[in-house]
């Protein structure tokens, strides 16, 4: 998250912007806190992947584009298990 140029409280922050916007998204019913953890997790795991292709979004809205994309991926795969 330093490497983005977000703080800790900015992560939060906008963690739970993009957990929210991927809850609403996907049409899931998670309470506020699993948006912040989704949005965090999920921006550590879309700058992981996307990393791997070269692709390197830094900033807020940048962390809030991989925050989002993540969230979603952790929605998909959550829903995947529970199956």
């Known amino acids: 998250m ?9 992560a939060i922050i906008i963690g739970g ?3 929210w916007l991927a ?9 506020i806190l699993m ?6 997790v999920g921006a550590i795991i879309a700058n992981a992947i996307l990393g791997v292709f070269g692709v390197v979004l830094g900033g807020w809205i940048g962390y809030l584009i991989a925050g989002f ?13 529970r199956r």
């Open 2 to 10: 330093e490497g983005a140029g977000v703080g800790w409280i900015a």
């Open 23 to 31: 809850e609403q998204f996907m049409k899931s019913n998670m309470g």
């Open 35 to 40: 948006n912040v953890l989704l949005g965090i």
């Open 69 to 81: 994309v993540g969230a979603c991926i952790l929605i998909a795969v959550g829903r995947a298990v």
């Open 17 to 19: 912007i993009a957990g």
